[in-house]
Structure formats: structure tokens, C-alpha cells
């Protein structure tokens, strides 16, 4: 369990003076409390170490390991807000399943086990041998290529349902282009983005 440290007074920089001087590479969240009639201001602040937070995702993986009964290394790396984490097997088609399918569900299980870091803000990435990134550039490649025949042919293009990491993306690239924009429509797992000329 990752130990959510607390700590209470009334100025706040004293408080995260003493935040990172016990705690050294922490995620801090301050909030201020609320206070009687005549009394001063208050503070809270609420912290985890990054320490705890890699351990508590390495016992993830090695119990994911155990259950899946396949050998699982990591490589975690935090940038910011952040917490990017690479899975590599010897059979890293299991790990990723079809069309990232158990990839998918490997990443919601981990966000969902860790709901103690969502105040805090944090993203938590998971990918299996670059599996998404290459996957994101034939995305992007694919995106650009239809963008450029819709200026061309000024007919609209639907494209095939996408989870909605994918559909950001797809927005993002959309918007490079102008006079196109891209509009997403349905529910959630069909939920698909059409690619058209600005009204």
C-alpha cells in the first residue's frame, strides 16, 4: 500500500519545507481547510513518494506475472505527471492481445488499482515493447493520408471506432489542417470520429 502522508498548519511553504525535507522526491496536493469564525487560515497538504509508488506498480507486474504465468521485466520511468511503464515478455503478443485489447485492460486494472494517486493527477501509461508508439505513428500516418484526399475530394470520412487516447490523437492531427475538422460520435466501445470540411 503506498502510505498517504499528511501534513497540517497554518503556512503553507513551512509545510512543504518540511513535506520535502522528510520525504525527498514526492507528489505533493495542498488544500486549505475550512476554519471557524475567528480563527486563521489552515492548511493541508497530502503526499506520496515516488519510491513507494514504483514499488507498490513492481508488486503489480510481478503478481500480473505470476497469474499470466509468463515472464514479465519493466522498465518504469516517471516524467512529471507522467508514470510511463514498458512491459517486455517472451511472448509479448499474450501481453499485448488482439488489437492492444489486454494491453487495454492491463493499464485500466493498474489506473483502477491505484485511485489513491488520481487527486494527484497522475497518468498512468502502460505499453509493451513500443507496441503503442508504433501503433500511434501508423495512426498518424493513416490520419494525415485521409486528411489530405478529404481537402482534396471535400467528402467526409468515417473512421473506425477508437479508444479515446486514439481519438485525441486524431483531433490533434486533424487540427494541423485547416479547413478540416473532426467530430466524434456514439458510445463507448463504438464511439468513432468523422473527419469533414469546416462548416
Keep these: ?50 519510491e513507494e509508488i514504483i514499488n507498490e506498480l513492481k ?3 510481478k503478481e500480473l506475472s505470476k497469474n499470466m504465468n509468463l515472464e514479465i521485466n519493466s522498465e518504469i520511468r516517471i516524467e512529471e505527471n507522467n508514470i510511463n511503464i514498458i512491459l517486455v515478455s517472451d511472448n ?7 488489437d492492444g485489447k489486454t494491453l487495454n485492460a492491463i493499464q485500466l486494472v493498474l489506473r483502477q488499482s491505484f ?16 507496441y503503442k508508439a508504433k501503433k500511434l505513428k ?6 494525415k493520408k485521409i ?25 490533434a492531427i486533424v487540427a494541423e489542417f485547416e479547413g478540416l475538422e473532426s467530430v466524434s460520435y456514439g458510445e463507448t466501445p463504438n464511439r468513432y470520429t468523422v473527419i469533414k470540411i469546416k462548416d
Aim: net charge positive; glycine share 4%.
Design 1 to 50: 500500500m503506498i502510505t498517504l502522508h499528511k501534513y497540517e498548519g497554518k503556512n503553507i511553504e513551512s509545510l512543504k519545507e518540511q513535506c520535502n525535507n522528510e520525504l525527498k522526491d514526492a507528489y505533493i496536493v495542498s488544500k486549505e481547510l475550512e476554519s471557524g469564525l475567528f480563527k486563521g487560515k489552515k492548511y493541508q497538504l497530502e503526499a506520496i513518494t515516488k
Design 147 to 171: 486528411c489530405k484526399e478529404v481537402l482534396k475530394t471535400k467528402v467526409e470520412v468515417k473512421l473506425d471506432p477508437m479508444n479515446s487516447y486514439e481519438r485525441r490523437q486524431v483531433h
Design 115 to 130: 485511485k489513491e494517486l488520481n487527486q494527484f493527477n497522475l497518468r498512468i501509461i502502460v505499453d509493451v515493447s513500443n
Design 138 to 143: 501508423n495512426l498518424e500516418y493513416e490520419v
Design 92 to 98: 509479448n503478443n499474450i501481453l499485448i492481445g488482439k
Design 59 to 61: 508488486k503489480f507486474i
